[in-house]
């Protein structure tokens, strides 16, 4: 009943502040230049700059080197501005694609996020483009996807994979029905599908049959089906990508079919589920072993996508780290946090008694992951950005940036995380064409920084990079100036506002302040009496 009331009131503030829309956005223009900016692209190429970036509408249509860095531009190589067109001072500023997440959910009844509020801290770290997974239906999210399209709606470019069998007059349970499904999801206009495992012959009919189509996959292997279908079973029967982790250890298992698990374990109790998982890199073969290097390049020669998603489980391996995070202060609902407290029935808050040995295993496993992850990328394997926010501690947007952070981490060259980040999602989506770097002929998707992230990815957060200045002063630079979509221009710093309205509304209106798990504040107690 707690959650209930913090959800219903949270959810009253963000409709009736729906209705109350600023001025966050401008264009698209006849013509648009990004003038004097280091570009960096996420082709791969090294950064360059400055350069005059001329966008008509939609579509990059001219990307003009104009001089040297530290000297004065060269003004007889600047494209001339229309008489109706606008230009954007970014001198000294840095300019990428837009951000694509390969693993976003448009928040969630249950954690009290409305769209609205999702969108706003997406676009306001660059993330222009994202792949949902799954979530409050496929008429919900397509929905949203045309108002997106059709710039009705404060949001970014939506690719929408309906989960597995949802929306459908019964449960499926044979290959036929599968095949159906399948057929139900792409008229309802989906672009791909999301699963989580089925038995053999369902799991072959649907694949078969969803490719036939041409549509997208992405599968979170969850434990249930995985020892008679893992990773390597999907890729060869025409599985485009995968999520997480789940299901490629088991494909690495030389001396076992199933995990170690314990004699009382329970997949429904979050805590068996989410403390046996931190074990599972360590069962699989060995990195670099006959076995490690066969699967995966087995799967580099499928053309098969890792979305790893590491930032999701972090808390796994430090907890207080996750839960402490300073944007939870200003940019989480009271019902988000409610939603990340220990339970019993929530999905992803496992804390039913964590600590020091749990933490350590999930340290382990995260360095054999890694190793994988950046092996494969060196190999020449697609490793794309995705951040499953709206769980465990994980916010949009914030996530995503982590996320970024986590694969410099695992090895990845600064310039390799943006392309993780940009042309590799696009490849993926088979959207390459389109977006995924800035050049002539594509959409106008990109992000404007005040500093270098190559530098420090934490530029890109929404609260900035923690800096000391030349007078001993501590201040806080970067955060996105600008996202663009399709040629829109959002004020990213506007829109992190916004949600800082939302939050603080929320919290007026209930008297509520963050607390840490065991410290509940008394009117949170007064509350839940009311309603009982």
Do not use: C
């Not at 579509?59 to 001089?67: D, R, T």
């Not at 409050?136 to 404060?154: H, M, V, W």
């Not at 490629?248 to 989410?274: C, G, I, K, M, W």
């Amino acid at each position: 009943m707690k959650k209930n009331l913090t959800i219903l009131i949270t959810l009253f503030f963000l409709i009736s502040l729906g209705a109350q829309e600023k001025n966050f956005s401008t264009g698209p223009f006849d013509q648009l230049i990004i003038r004097g900016a280091t570009l960096v692209n996420g082709n791969g190429s090294p950064p360059i700059g400055p350069v005059d970036i001329v966008i008509e509408k939609n579509i990059i249509k001219s990307i003009k080197n104009v001089g040297y860095p530290g000297v004065d531009i060269i003004e007889s190589r600047r494209p001339k501005l229309s008489k109706n067109g606008k230009e954007i001072n970014a001198e000294g500023m840095y300019v990428l694609p837009g951000f694509i997440d390969m693993h976003g959910h448009i928040g969630g009844g249950s954690q009290g996020a409305d769209h609205d509020y999702v969108f706003k801290l997406w676009l306001a770290h660059g993330i222009t483009t994202v792949r949902e997974p799954g979530g409050r239906g496929i008429d919900y999210s397509i929905d949203l996807k045309n108002k997106s399209n059709n710039n009705e709606i404060i949001a970014p470019r939506l690719i929408i994979y309906s989960s597995f069998g949802s929306g459908f007059k019964k449960e499926i349970s044979s290959p036929e029905e599968a095949r159906e499904w399948v057929r139900y999801n792409a008229k309802k206009g989906a672009d791909g599908i999301k699963f989580f495992g089925s038995k053999p012959s369902i799991m072959e009919a649907a694949l078969d049959e969803n490719n036939q189509l041409g549509l997208g996959s992405a599968m979170h292997h969850a434990q249930l089906n995985v020892a008679r279908w893992n990773v390597l079973n999907s890729a060869r029967a025409g599985l485009t990508s995968m999520e997480h982790w789940y299901g490629l250890p088991e494909a690495l298992f030389d001396d076992r079919t199933v995990q170690d698990y314990p004699s009382n374990y329970n997949y429904s109790n979050e805590q068996h589920r989410f403390e046996e998982a931190g074990k599972l890199w360590r069962q699989a073969a060995e990195p670099y072993s006959e076995h490690w290097n066969d699967v995966m390049n087995e799967l580099i020669e499928l053309d098969f996508t890792l979305d790893p998603t590491f930032n999701i489980y972090e808390a796994s391996r430090d907890l207080h780290r996750a839960r402490r995070a300073e944007w939870h202060e200003e940019y989480t609902l009271p019902s988000l946090w409610e939603f990340y407290q220990p339970s019993k029935i929530s999905h992803g808050s496992y804390w039913h008694f964590w600590g020091t040995e749990q933490e350590v295993e999930w340290k382990q496993n995260y360095n054999l992951w890694m190793t994988f992850i950046n092996e494969y990328k060196n190999r020449g394997g697609r490793v794309t950005a995705g951040s499953d926010s709206g769980f465990i501690f994980q916010l949009y947007g914030f996530a995503y940036i982590r996320e970024l952070e986590l694969l410099r981490e695992a090895g990845f060259h600064p310039i390799e995380v943006i392309m993780a980040a940009t042309i590799k999602g696009a490849e993926a989506l088979g959207m390459d064409d389109q977006i995924g770097s800035i050049e002539i002929g594509k959409k106008a998707d990109i992000l404007i920084v005040e500093e270098n992230p190559l530098e420090n990815l934490k530029v890109l957060y929404g609260t900035g990079a923690i800096k000391l200045n030349e007078e001993n002063e501590v201040i806080r630079v970067g955060g996105v100036k600008y996202t663009i979509k399709d040629g829109i221009v959002f004020d990213s710093k506007l829109l992190l506002e916004d949600v800082k309205d939302m939050v603080r509304k929320s919290k007026d209106d209930m008297k509520y302040e963050i607390y840490q798990p065991g410290q509940k504040k008394e009117f949170i107690k007064e509350n839940s009496k009311k309603i009982d």
